[in-house]
């Protein structure tokens, strides 16, 4: 039934202004203006189309991508749009593709690490896309451990060059993704050496490709590093490997913001900590977690949607069967979702805030933020990206046997963001760096650098005080305690920024009664779950955890109603959630039905193969067919 609602009656049932939400979940009105406008421009374009996405071979999705990248560029430029709504589009178009590595680290890493000069040169060619560039730090042999990178960048005084080389195997840079057949740049990490002497890890900007005939230049051996997880998917993206053969570069070509090297050969240190060598992965894992809210969501607008058109069992006297939205234990794997997905979505608001702040100060010269703004960025990537990608893999659960289909959307959702949890900073490293910050913290307790920000909790914390470590080899011994310890700290932080955001005015009937339940569903949600350490410690007692538990089942009753329309407030199209069980309509069966005879496999009733295999089989002439 084309143009009926089949969730209207759970849209009427909701209890709050839908369009006053939705405006929250945007970050503010010009926010949501620009995105309701941007997400429909691309959802009404049939050069963003990806629906077939899922049947296409490598090579096909690869030129595909590169036909959608090229047409959103046309698109940015024809209609003159903005920085904030080209990012917009790039993200509604839904691809993963170089431009997330050129815009989202190769220009913010020549931004956070690059002279006024090395800006001036390069910022405006790549925001032209005249070069486009890749992010190449890992190496074969090294990811996490960047002080192990063993490309060396050797400066010649003579010619005034360094000299890039990959003199191992395990020196080959691995992963960067545009690497592999697009970028014609690379903001490439290598050893400095100077004078013989070794300085730690640089970045410097190394052209990979002729900006004539895209050919690689002399000394650069450059490809794709083959399939990633998931068909479809990931695969859109160019992850590349890269040798370099000593290949010479102008010495202005360091970048050169932290340390300097002169046309002498003398190595000169900044004012500025070496860790702003780090600056672009701060960067980076603080839009990544602003995208975990995006993924969650839109995996939990998928499910939420269906379980409300999903019904098995229940039926009395003939009537229609229970929704499955209405089972509590529905409600009790979904729900949470449903507050973490806004719990995330205003953690990284703060976040994002947290940031600017700290580039502010750290432009005056002012770096005392930089170690709690790297824990917080560290911390907050992993806790969320870990919960988004267990979540996702939920949602498909939840929607039983048709969330396995490509065609649920989920499959291809799991698959392009599980990464997530490796990539910038594997996920328990950066907890690693997390309670490595907090220990440092707990040690300083009782001197006169008292802990503020984040960490001004463990001055009223007593007991930190007297702790004291009677293991042997104390950090790395105790490292999977300490792991669950930042964990910890990051939920607090989530929660605490959830509870910060109640406390501002909040337009719009109902709204912040809706938000209230939710907070409430995330923090209680935690409690339940993780009760035996809040019990064990004394933090709780039974009866608590008891309460916990009976208010959470009261919160899920109090969503139920207002459930479709706290995942309308998300205001999704159907391009961009590529779902049929998550269709605004609802109408998912015919869509399902319709959907499967547009398989490939479907183009002719009998398969190809029945002659030579199947018939063969039937007959029972297998022994002597040639196979
Ligand atoms: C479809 C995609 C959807 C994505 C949507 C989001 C859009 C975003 C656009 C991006 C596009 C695509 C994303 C995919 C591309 C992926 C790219 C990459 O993966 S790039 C490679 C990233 N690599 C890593 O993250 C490596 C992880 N390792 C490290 O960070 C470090 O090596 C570390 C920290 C583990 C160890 O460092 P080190 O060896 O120096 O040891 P220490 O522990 O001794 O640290 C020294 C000192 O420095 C402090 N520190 C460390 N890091 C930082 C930092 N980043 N900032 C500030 N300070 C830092 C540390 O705390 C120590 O301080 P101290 O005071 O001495 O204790
Ligand atoms: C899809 C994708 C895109 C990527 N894009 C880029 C890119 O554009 N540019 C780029 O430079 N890189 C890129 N990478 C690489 C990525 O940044 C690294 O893979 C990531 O940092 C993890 O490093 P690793 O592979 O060395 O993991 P490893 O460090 O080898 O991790 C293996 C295991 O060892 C554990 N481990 C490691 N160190 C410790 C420790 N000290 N203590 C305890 N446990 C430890 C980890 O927890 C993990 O379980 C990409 C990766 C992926 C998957």
Redesign the pocket.
Known sequence: MEGVDHLAHERNKSEFDVDAMKIVWAGSPHAFVVSDRISKLVASDPGFRKDNRSTLSRKELFKNTLRKAAYAWKTIIDLHLSEEEAAKLRFYVD???FT??H???FIPAIKGQGTEEQQQKWLPLAYKMQIIGC?A??ELGH??????LETTATFDPQTDEFIIHSPTLTSSKW???GLGKVATHAIAYALLIVGGREQGVHGFIVQLRSLEDHSPLPGMTVGDIGMKFGNGA?NA?DNGVLRFDHVRIPRNQMLMRVSQVTCEGKYKQSDV????V?????Y??Q??V??AS??LSRAVCIATRYSAVRRQFGSQNGGPETQVIDYKTQQSRLFPLLASAYAFRFVGEWLKWLYADVTQRLQANDFST??E???C??GLKSLTTTATADGIEECRKLCGGHGYLCSSGLPELFA??V??C?????NT??L??VA??LM?TVSQLGSSKKPVGTIAYMTRVEHLMQCRCGVQRGFAELSADLVEAAVAHCQLLVVSKFIEKLQQEIPGKGVKQQLEVLCNIYALFLLHKHQGDFLSTGCITPKHAALANDELRSLYSQVRPNAIALVDAFNYTDHYLGSILGCYDGNVYPKLYEAAWKDPLNESVVPDGYHQYIRPLLKQEIRTARL
């Not at 900590?273 to 702003?276: C, D, I, K, W």
């Not at 780090?278 to 701060?282: D, E, F, I, Q």
């Not at 490796?422 to 594997?426: A, I, K």
């Open positions: 691809e993963p593709a997330d590595v815009w989202g680290m992010y730090q890992t990811g996490s451990n960047v002080q192990g992963w960067p993704g990931y993206m900590p070496r860790q702003l780090y600056g672009a992965m701060l980076v894992r839009t990544i602003a995208d995006c993924a930089l170690p703004a790297h824990a960025t560290a392009v963001y990464p997530a490796t990539y910038e900073g594997e490293v950066l690693l760096q490595r910050f440092k």
